[in-house]
C-alpha cells in the first residue's frame, strides 16, 4: 500500500483540509457572514470537526494506543490550531482576535472529542462483540 491509500495520511488528510478551510478566510481577507451569534455557532461547528479529526489522526499515531495519551494530544493540537487562527486575525485587515471565540473554539473541541469518544467506544464494543446491554 502507498503513502496515499496508508491509514495515517488518511486521517490526518482531513486535518489538513480542515486547516485550509479554517485558515484561508482570514488570509484571503474574505468577510465573515454577519448576525447574530452566527460567528459563535461557525466556530463551535467547525471545531467540533477539528476535535474529531485531530483526535481520528491522532489514533493513527503509536500515541493513539492511548486513549489519554490521544485525548490529549487531540485537545491540545486543535487548541493551538484555534489559537493560531485568532492570532492571525491580529494582522488581518479588518478582523480581530476574539478571545469569546477561542471559547467557543475550545467548547467546539471537547464536543467534537467527545463525539470520537463515544464511536470509538461503540467501536471497541463490536469488536469485542458485546452489546452495551449485556454483560459478560
Request: charged share 20%; net charge positive.
Amino acid at each position: 500500500m502507498g503513502v496515499l491509500g496508508s491509514k495515517v495520511f488518511r486521517s490526518w488528510l482531513a486535518v489538513f483540509l480542515l486547516c485550509v478551510l479554517i485558515f484561508l478566510p482570514s488570509l484571503m481577507h474574505l468577510p465573515m457572514p454577519r448576525g447574530p451569534y452566527y460567528d459563535k455557532v461557525l466556530h463551535l461547528l467547525v471545531y467540533t470537526a477539528a476535535g474529531f479529526f485531530v483526535l481520528r489522526g491522532a489514533r493513527s499515531l503509536p500515541l493513539g494506543q492511548h486513549r489519554l495519551a490521544a485525548i490529549s494530544f487531540a485537545f491540545l493540537l486543535a487548541a493551538l490550531i484555534g489559537m493560531a487562527d485568532e492570532v492571525i486575525q491580529l494582522f488581518v485587515p479588518n478582523r480581530f482576535m476574539d478571545r469569546v471565540d477561542f471559547l467557543f473554539d475550545l467548547a467546539g473541541i471537547v464536543c467534537g472529542i467527545a463525539l470520537y469518544l463515544v464511536l470509538w467506544g461503540r467501536e471497541e464494543r463490536k469488536l469485542r462483540g458485546r452489546s452495551p446491554l449485556r454483560r459478560p
